[in-house]
T-cell receptor, first 114, second 113 residues
Framework: DTAVSQTPKYLVTQMGNDKSIKCEQNLGHDTMYWYKQDSKKFLKIMFSYNNKELIINETVPNRFSPKSPDKAHLNLHINSLELGDSAVYFC?????????????FGPGTRLTVT | GDSVTQMEGPVTLSEEAFLTINCTYT??????LFWYVQYPGEGLQLLLKATKADDKGSNKGFEATYRKETTSFHLEKGSVQVSDSAVYFC????????????FGKGTMLLVSP
């Protein structure tokens, strides 16, 4: 019973195309995130949504547009793909509360732009 | 801003050797500290965490102690196994506001039989 799932797992596409990655969590969490992991394994936050509202938007090109149709889903749409967008994208979720809530990560989507 | 510094890898060890992966942080206030592990081809899993000074997180034989005086959270294991081969990430999150994680650059551990 997967907690955080992402589709697709692999995505190969050409420069200039538009693509989407989907994320779903069945943990009942109210907060979801997108992280980008580059070729050197460095992980960086891109976006965070709490109860479908955007709360964190790091310095990300506006070709990237997250959409949260409900608390359980956070999708990432990327327009006009560039070579530098090649990376692994991870979705995560957590439940806001006191202290530091644990984030649960999906398996990742490996995006390759050719 | 907040930052996390980890030792460069890869760390190469023989099975049953002692492991230390160093992690230091810079943050305002008193963050919570985490170690995440990423096995090949998989997502990140929380390995252990500590939420206040002098707390010790432990799991699967791994330990790390939150040291406020040295702003460190070093990961240790007494006897590594081949199955511990993975990339280990130190991370922090503030204890107030929205809890996005700030990660270190990751340390690859390779354990040989």
């Amino acid at each position: 019973d997967t907690a955080v799932s992402q589709t697709p797992k692999y995505l190969v596409t050409q420069m200039g195309n538009d693509k989407s990655i989907k994320c779903e969590q069945n943990l009942g969490h109210d907060t979801m995130y997108w992280y980008k992991q580059d070729s050197k394994k460095f992980l960086k936050i891109m976006f965070s949504y709490n109860n479908k509202e955007l709360i964190i938007n790091e310095t990300v090109p506006n070709r990237f547009s997250p959409k949260s149709p409900d608390k359980a889903h956070l999708n990432l749409h990327i327009n006009s793909l560039e070579l530098g967008d090649s990376a692994v994208y991870f979705c995560a979720s957590s439940q806001m509360g006191t202290g530091a809530p644990e984030q649960y990560f999906g398996p990742g989507t490996r995006l390759t732009v050719t | 801003g907040d930052s996390v510094t980890q030792m460069e890898g890869p760390v190469t060890l023989s099975e049953e050797a002692f492991l230390t992966i160093n992690c230091t942080y810079t943050a305002t206030g008193y963050p919570s500290l985490f170690w995440y592990v990423q096995y090949p081809g998989e997502g990140l899993q929380l390995l252990l965490k500590a939420t206040k000074a002098d707390d010790k997180g432990s799991n699967k034989g791994f330990e790390a102690t939150y040291r406020k005086e040295t702003t460190s959270f070093h990961l240790e294991k007494g006897s590594v196994q081949v199955s511990d081969s993975a990339v280990y990430f130190c991370a922090l999150t503030p204890n107030s506001g929205y809890s996005t994680l700030t990660f270190g650059k990751g340390t690859m551990l390779l354990v040989s039989p």
